[in-house]
């Protein structure tokens, strides 16, 4: 028995399910990323959750769930690549202005540099989490920094960035219309810009951002007992994660697991794009209660992973997403709105036949989730748990 009421949901079973052509993320990149992260203080693995109750609901052999709700302090998987980006511009600026040839993150955070990096600006925009990252590593390594954000970022995020120095502005539209805004401060001060989400044309601070994500699934097959995962669900906003988990899945297991990657119904912009068979941005006004995955536009790096390693994309309604949080919290376990998509879809395909089917979900199947954040804002987190359901 489903312990999720009959919602409407979508799975699109991607018709292109391959090897992708194109790697996006190298190898070394990471072997550096997780050894500077992991040198971090404060440091430490968040833990994989066993689940043995929704793998009884799914009508499967496993479920477990990497909570990363205590990740850094900072309560998202985001502090891992926001916060890396920005080390990574600072050391490239340092040896282009001829400070030094390769600052360790250890080096910046003893303000060996801080009179060069006091002068250097990191700009992005930001839905909470990503934002939060990024004026934290640059608290963190000396440098000055803007996060933009859009209308209907809760105060509570709002305030979450500010507490680490950053200044932030608020503009008119949706995150899609944040990213252009912050492009344009940038190139007006000669700001960087360290985005999660990438295009035509800005890609390497993009690669960094994922290349810190990996450390998230890295950890959890460091974690992972018994036979390996069978599939993996993973929310989708511009995609960047669901490429990072897709690309360390392919790197550390064989055969990889099948990728699923979960988006909220009205903000589907992955799925948008696996149907039309190249990146689109969807139309809307994004309204969904997911507020790190209101993304119209997917990240063209994340795209040109999943366009071929994703298994099938799916998409899910914010009902769906209110009464995980509900059924995880009722296990003691504390997952933000933007971190159930996962479960979600997980719960919902399991109790359709045909999307069982069509995802080759079976009682033998082992799954392996994500909840990528814990009560970011808390206050909207009690709120969402106490709606009736
Ligand atoms: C908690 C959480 N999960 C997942 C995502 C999706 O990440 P991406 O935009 O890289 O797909 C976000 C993005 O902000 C997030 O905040």
Redesign the pocket.
């Known amino acids: 028995m489903s312990p999720l009421p009959p919602l409407p949901f979508r799975v699109f079973p991607n018709p292109r399910a391959g090897t992708p052509g194109t790697v996006v993320l190298s190898e070394a990149g990471f072997r550096r990323a997780r050894a500077e992260i992991a040198s971090w203080p404060g440091y430490a693995p968040t833990p994989l959750r066993d689940l043995p109750w929704a793998a009884r609901a799914a009508g499967v052999a496993a479920v477990r769930l990497k909570d990363?709700g205590g990740r850094f302090g900072l309560g998202?998987?985001?502090a891992l690549g926001g916060a890396w980006a920005v080390a990574q511009v600072l050391t490239h600026e340092l040896a282009r202005q001829g400070h030094a040839k390769a600052a360790a993150c250890a080096e910046l955070e003893a303000g060996r540099y801080a009179e060069a990096t006091a002068g250097i600006t990191v700009t992005c925009a930001?839905?909470?989490?990503?934002g939060r990252s990024v004026a934290w590593g640059a608290r963190r390594f000396g440098c000055a920094c803007v996060i933009f954000v859009h209308e209907t970022v809760s105060q509570g995020r709002i305030d979450a960035i500010a507490h680490y120095g950053a200044e932030v502005r608020v503009v008119p539209g949706t995150y899609d219309d944040a990213v252009r805004a912050a492009a344009r401060a940038a190139r007006e001060h000669g700001w960087f810009v360290v985005s999660?989400?990438s295009w035509e044309g800005y890609t390497s601070v993009p690669v960094d951002v994922?290349q810190g994500?990996r450390l998230m699934p890295d950890e959890a097959l460091d974690q992972w007992e018994g036979a390996p995962p069978t599939h993996v669900f993973i929310?989708?906003?511009?995609?960047?994660?669901?490429?990072?988990v897709s690309v360390q899945m392919r790197a550390r297991c064989s055969p990889a697991p099948a990728l699923v990657v979960a988006e909220p119904d009205r903000a589907a912009c992955l799925l948008a794009s696996a149907e039309v068979g190249e990146p689109v941005a969807i139309p809307g006004d994004l309204d969904t209660l997911m507020?790190?995955?209101a993304?119209g536009e997917p990240?063209l790096l994340?795209w040109r992973e999943l366009e071929r390693a994703a298994a099938a994309f799916m998409a899910v309604p914010d009902e769906a997403a209110i009464a995980c949080m509900r059924l995880l919290a009722g296990h003691g376990v504390v997952i933000?709105e933007?971190?159930v998509?996962g479960l979600a879809a997980l719960l919902l395909a399991a109790a359709d036949p045909a999307a069982r089917e069509a995802l080759g979900l079976t009682a033998d199947s082992r799954v392996l989730l994500?909840g990528?954040?814990g009560a970011?804002d808390p206050e909207l987190y009690v709120r969402l748990l106490a709606q009736s359901g």
């Open positions: 990363e998202s998987f985001k930001t839905d909470g989490n990503h999660d989400t994922m994500y929310q989708g906003g511009v995609g960047g994660v669901a490429a990072a507020a790190g995955l993304c990240s994340a933000g933007s971190g998509a994500f990528t954040e970011t």
